[in-house]
């Protein structure tokens, strides 16, 4: 996707009284500030911490500069083992219910709101296209409610180079998208139309947040940076609608 030919994001106050036509509208908040960058921190270093004991990161370097050891990325094993340690840490779970993503997902969904057990954090290793995620709707692998939003923030500043999160912005009245294989990665998606002015990307920093419905099309960037890229979803309905079996326990459990 060429970067330089797609729209930036359309930013949203988390306190403009639009926030659900505009949701209706595009599909996706660009929340600038919505989290504490303090909290964020905090989930990062846990997080970095959990890799530097698996040997991914650089030694020489802090282990929150987040500096990749080189070489390739680790095998599959390694995020698995890691991802059941990140599930267990209190600043990587606090960070769901920072208090600018509940007044958002009240909002969106009212006051009875249910987060998933399911959080995931996406370890983004350089230039492993292979994982990652292609154009895809998150209802295909979330099921449950359609009515479903997931709060996606980087855990660093993200660029061009270290990537991040594309979307592409319109009313979700489509309904579902078959999936399929995707030959270029090992995730299942939908067919992109080729024109990179249909998406919008912009840069991200520490504290702001993507909230999109569980029908829009989004994107992961490639990481062509020395670095991992860090980012998580957290994922709300309502309490009380049907969720998949799946997601009432943590990633890869």
Not at 47 to 75: K, N, Q, Y
Not at 142 to 155: F, Q, R, S
Not at 166 to 176: E, F, T
């Amino acid at each position: 996707m060429d970067l330089d030919a797609t729209r930036p994001f359309a930013d949203s106050l988390p306190g403009d009284p639009d926030l659900a036509q505009r949701m209706a509208a595009d599909g996706y908040l660009c929340l600038r500030g919505l989290l504490d960058r303090d909290a964020v921190h905090a989930a990062r270093d846990a997080i970095a911490s959990v890799l530097a004991d698996d040997d991914v990161l650089a030694s020489a370097t802090p282990a929150s500069d987040l500096v990749f050891r080189g070489g390739e990325p680790p095998d599959r094993g390694v995020l698995e083992r890691a991802h059941k340690r990140i599930n267990t840490l209190d600043a990587f779970t606090a960070l769901s219910e920072q208090p600018g993503i509940r007044a958002v997902m009240s909002v969106l969904l009212g006051d009875a709101v249910r987060t998933h057990a399911r959080k995931i954090c996406r370890v983004k290793y350089p230039h492993d296209s292979y994982d990652i995620v292609g154009p895809h709707q998150d209802f295909w692998y979330v099921k449950g409610a359609e009515e479903t939003y997931t709060c996606w923030t980087p855990l660093t500043d993200t660029s061009a180079a270290l990537g991040g999160l594309a979307v592409r912005p319109g009313p979700q009245s489509g309904g579902p998208t078959p999936h399929a294989q995707r030959a270029d990665s090992r995730f299942h998606g939908v067919d992109d139309d080729g024109d990179p002015r249909a998406w919008a990307w912009s840069p991200m920093r520490v504290g702001d947040a993507l909230v999109f419905h569980s029908l829009t099309v989004h994107a992961g960037l490639p990481n062509t940076s020395a670095h991992v890229r860090l980012s998580v979803d957290y994922r709300y309905q309502r309490a009380g609608a049907p969720m998949d079996p799946s997601h009432v326990r943590p990633h890869f459990e």
